[in-house]
Each structure stands twice: as structure tokens, then as C-alpha cells.
């Protein structure tokens, strides 16, 4: 038969092993936000990144016959040696020259058709129809 002192220890080890479940599943869920578990991964923020080279220019055109005179009109100086003259050209694309085009510097081309184009480093930063 049972005695007053063994009746107690059953509900107290249920209570103990309770305690250490709730212990255990609460140090889990901490764990797991401490870590950063639930975090989404960052951005790789170099690849998002973009950089505009194109010079920002304006040019002119000018056409007598066969002669297209382009004109820098203003913007950006330009190296010439990264400008061309492409589209429609007699022998082209046709390149500027060498050192630096600045607002008036003009440069003159034959044309074999009606659509024209400048380019400043393989980008068109203006372009001429007629």
C-alpha cells in the first residue's frame, strides 16, 4: 500500500518534465531570432548598382549635298578619339579626330544615305535623319 510520502512524487516529476519542455521550446524560438533564422537574406547591393558613362552633348547637323557637317553644340567635352560618326557615311563609321571636341568644334562627313549617328564610346548620344 501507499504511504503520504510516495503519492507526491508522480505529479511533481510531470511538473518538472512539463518545465523542461517549455524551457526547452522557449531557448529554441529565442535561439532561432537570435540567429537569424527567419531573416531574410540582404540585397547584394553591387549588383543593383549602375553607372551612366555617356557623356551628356548636343550636336547640330548640317547637310550641303552630299556633306553632313555635325556641329558639337554643347554639353559634355568629349575625347574625340572615343567619338564616331556612324550610319550612312562614306567609308565609316567615321572617326572625330583626336583630342578634345568642346561646344563649336564641327567635323564634316559624306553621306551615302539619310540616317546618321554620334557615338561617344559605342553609346549614340545623337542621331540625324534626312
Not at 14 to 39: E, N, P
Not at 48 to 67: G, Y
Request: without cysteine; proline residues 4%; hydrophobic residues 40%.
Amino acid at each position: 500500500m501507499a504511504t503520504d510520502n510516495t503519492r507526491a512524487v508522480s505529479p511533481a516529476i510531470g511538473v518538472v518534465l512539463l518545465l523542461a519542455i517549455t524551457v526547452t521550446l522557449a531557448a529554441t524560438v529565442a535561439g532561432a531570432f537570435l540567429l537569424g533564422i527567419d531573416r531574410p537574406a540582404e540585397p547584394d547591393l553591387t549588383a543593383t548598382l549602375e553607372t551612366d558613362d555617356t557623356p551628356e552633348a548636343t550636336f547640330t547637323f548640317d547637310r550641303t549635298r552630299r556633306t553632313l557637317t555635325v556641329t558639337h553644340a554643347g554639353g559634355d567635352t568629349l575625347a574625340a578619339e572615343r567619338v564616331q560618326i556612324r550610319g550612312d557615311v562614306r567609308d565609316g563609321p567615321v572617326r572625330w579626330g583626336t583630342g578634345e571636341i568642346t561646344e563649336g568644334d564641327a567635323t564634316a562627313v559624306t553621306v551615302t544615305g539619310t540616317d546618321v549617328w554620334v557615338t561617344v564610346g559605342g553609346e549614340t548620344v545623337s542621331e540625324w535623319s534626312g
